[in-house]
């Protein structure tokens, strides 16, 4: 069956609703947006296609995130490596090569990746600059950045999403709306103390449309989460997505082939903290069916949990 093609008004529609991204990314790599630049189409949209565009489609263009991160800003937390055999590594995976597109548009201009500096070395310190932080092009659309939330002291767990969502950025705190509530169902369904952990995002601001950050608002950011994991010193790591479990660990592959294994990473200050992915549960609000899978993934993150005595 051929594939419906999509206008640029029906692109941004599906993006606002957080339609399946990967299934998006599937049409730009077949050329099915049309012209995002055509008359009628949302500005935002257009962005975000071109963006996706000019990085590959959404889910290949994260390896590229991750890897700037990891050279560009140093890469204090790399990871350390996964624990568990039979994961096959992501280089493993088979390569897929893009149509031949058009040349994109130029990528929206962005500062210099931020310093996290001397100020920021505690935790009051890294807060005021990351709300004050305007090295990225999602400053400028956002009520307010969003630091994070919870227990700063050594948590058992700190949970990294992906970006705010609308309700984040009115409230100013993660994981608020449905997602938030499905989480800490999950949480607390799998033994998991969701009262005491700490809750954060790999970039602060909040993406217009639910698109995905691109790789350069990802390099921007990803200090801020770096500081972060180095001053809360957490035991254990949930990443939840692709793109936080990739740029978290450095690592390539589509979500499923970083799913079911415990992996490592080393903070700033020498640390070390085990890893698991599972799935964005806006993602799991979208595609139910996933839920089981998720379970297994948090069933796994208790296993941990339980043996590290916590
Ligand atoms: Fe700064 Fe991060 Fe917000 Fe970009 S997303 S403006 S780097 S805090």
Same mark, same amino acid.
């Given at each position: 069956?051929n594939?419906?093609?999509?206008t640029?008004?029906?692109?941004?529609?599906?993006?606002?609703?957080?339609?399946? @991204?990967?299934?998006?990314?599937?049409?730009?790599?077949?050329?099915? /947006?049309?012209? +995002?630049?055509? +008359?009628? %189409?949302?500005?935002?949209? *257009?962005?975000?296609?071109?963006? @996706?565009?000019?990085s590959?489609?959404?889910?290949r263009?994260?390896? %590229?995130?991750?890897?700037?991160?990891?050279?560009?800003?140093?890469?204090? $937390?790399?990871?350390?490596?996964?624990?568990?055999p039979?994961?096959?590594?992501?280089?493993?995976?088979?390569?897929?090569? +893009?149509?031949?597109?058009? $040349?994109?548009?130029?990528?929206? %201009?962005?500062?210099?990746?931020?310093?996290? #500096?001397?100020?920021?070395?505690?935790?009051?310190?890294?807060?005021?600059?990351v709300?004050?932080?305007?090295?990225?092009?999602?400053?400028?659309?956002?009520?307010? &950045?969003? /630091?994070?939330?919870?227990?700063?002291?050594?948590?058992?767990?700190?949970?990294?999403?992906? $970006?705010?969502?609308?309700?984040?950025?009115?409230?100013?705190? +993660? /994981?608020?709306?449905k997602?938030?509530?499905?989480?800490?169902?999950?949480?607390?369904?799998?033994?998991?103390?969701?009262? #005491?952990? /700490?809750?954060?995002?790999?970039?602060?601001?909040?993406?217009?449309?639910?698109?995905?950050?691109?790789?350069?608002?990802?390099?921007?950011?990803?200090?801020?989460?770096?500081?972060?994991?180095?001053? &809360?010193?957490?035991?254990?790591?949930?990443?939840?997505?692709?793109?936080? $479990?990739?740029?978290?660990?450095?690592?390539?592959?589509?979500?499923d #082939?970083?799913r079911?294994?415990?992996?490592?990473? @080393?903070?700033?200050?020498?640390?070390?903290?085990?890893?698991?992915? #599972?799935?964005?549960? *806006?993602?799991?609000?979208?595609?139910?069916q996933?839920?089981?899978?998720?379970?297994?993934?948090?069933?796994?993150?208790r296993?941990?949990?339980?043996?590290?005595?916590?």
């Open positions: 069956m594939a419906p093609e999509l640029p008004v029906q692109i941004a529609w599906l993006q606002e609703i957080g339609i399946d @991204r990967r299934m998006l990314a599937h049409y730009v790599a077949q050329g099915e /947006f049309g012209d +995002p630049g055509e +008359p009628g %189409a949302r500005p935002g949209a *257009a962005a975000a296609v071109q963006a @996706r565009a000019a590959g489609a959404a889910e263009s994260v390896p %590229a995130a991750a890897a700037v991160a990891a050279t560009a800003v140093g890469d204090p $937390a790399a990871a350390v490596g996964a624990r568990r039979g994961v096959p590594p992501a280089a493993d995976a088979p390569a897929r090569v +893009p149509p031949a597109r058009p $040349a994109p548009a130029p990528a929206p %201009a962005i500062q210099a990746p931020p310093a996290v #500096t001397e100020a920021a070395a505690d935790w009051d310190g890294l807060r005021e600059q709300l004050e932080c305007r090295n990225c092009a999602l400053h400028g659309a956002r009520g307010r &950045a969003v /630091f994070g939330s919870g227990d700063t002291q050594s948590p058992q767990l700190m949970v990294v999403g992906e $970006a705010p969502g609308g309700a984040d950025d009115r409230a100013g705190l +993660p /994981f608020q709306g997602a938030g509530v499905l989480l800490q169902a999950m949480l607390a369904a799998a033994g998991l103390d969701g009262e #005491t952990a /700490f809750y954060t995002n790999l970039v602060k601001c909040r993406p217009l449309g639910n698109r995905p950050p691109t790789p350069e608002e990802v390099q921007a950011c990803m200090p801020y989460l770096r500081r972060q994991i180095a001053l &809360a010193k957490p035991r254990h790591v949930l990443a939840l997505g692709g793109w936080a $479990a990739q740029a978290l660990l450095g690592m390539e592959g589509e979500l #082939t970083l079911g294994a415990v992996h490592a990473i @080393r903070t700033e200050t020498g640390e070390e903290a085990s890893v698991v992915v #599972t799935y964005h549960p *806006a993602a799991l609000l979208l595609r139910p996933h839920k089981a899978d998720a379970w297994r993934d948090l069933s796994l993150l296993s941990l949990v339980a043996a590290s005595g916590d």
